[in-house]
């Protein structure tokens, strides 16, 4: 159960079920289920397994120094969708449709005059938070 920044653990003893509610994916990955809630509604759940297979985006991940300022520059660009920021990586949530969004990324760095390293990664749980929760933000 992925929730506010109070990290509280509730076991019960008779059929041995934990409740954990966490914030932090490393927790959370270790779940057998999960339910992401945004503003106390339920947006997705499942296991971790089964919410990263059916993420419904191609994850780009940059490695750079400037990495701010290229998150910068990829806001609001078509197709990406979104772009999380962890230290001086970034993961660049990209339409899953795009053909090619690991070049198709690259050719627009290259445009705006940067030019990082970047491939293609698995998505994580962070992602599936920042997806399953995006359209939902007031």
């Known amino acids: ?4 920044p109070k990290v509280r653990i509730l076991t019960f003893k008779g059929n041995k079920k934990t409740l954990v509610s966490t914030h932090f994916m490393d927790e959370a990955e270790r779940c057998h289920g999960l339910a992401i809630l ?9 296991s971790p397994t089964d919410l990263k297979s059916s993420l419904r ?8 120094e400037e990495s701010r300022l290229i998150r910068d520059q990829l806001v609001g ?19 899953q449709t ?12 290259r445009i705006l005059g940067s030019s990082p390293d ?3 990664v698995p ?16």
């Open 98 to 109: 795009v053909a090619n969004p690991a070049e198709l990324i690259a050719g627009q760095l």
């Open 57 to 64: 985006a191609t994850i780009v991940e940059i490695e750079a």
């Open 38 to 46: 945004d503003h106390g509604l339920l947006v997705v759940s499942g």
């Open 118 to 120: 970047l491939r293609i």
């Open 123 to 138: 998505p994580n749980l962070e992602d599936v938070f920042v997806l399953s929760t995006l359209n939902k933000k007031s």
């Open 1 to 4: 159960l992925l929730a506010p």
């Open 77 to 95: 660009l078509e197709p990406v969708i979104d772009v999380t920021q962890l230290g001086t990586r970034l993961h660049v949530l990209v339409d």
